[in-house]
């Protein structure tokens, strides 16, 4: 039996063409940020079968925890100053599904 974790499966749509120039920005400048805000990053992963679609996984031990996180990444001066704009540029759209791992999963 696992212990259950939320994870934010997000994907993303990027603007034709633009996609390694988006995953680059997000590993070199997003990552590291996200990482210093408490974010527990589980993966990047870019789609095999489109080349403007990438996704990433954020785990999480709890809603609130997750509230909290997310609340003072995104309200934080950093995204909203700096990194927001330049995300919105390239991004067309985004989903996020917030899922919880189930007794038997490995994570």
Partial sequence: MGVTVLVEI???EIEPGRR???VDWFETSVLPAMERAGMKILGVFVDVE????FFYLKGF???AER????ADF???DLWL???RDRALEMEKGYEVALVR???GSPI
């Fill in 10 to 12: 997000r994907k993303y």
């Fill in 20 to 22: 390694d120039e988006f």
């Fill in 50 to 53: 489109d080349p403007d679609v």
């Fill in 61 to 63: 031990e709890s809603e």
């Fill in 67 to 70: 509230d909290r996180i997310n």
């Fill in 74 to 76: 995104y309200d934080g």
């Fill in 81 to 83: 100053n700096t990194m």
């Fill in 101 to 103: 791992s189930t007794d």
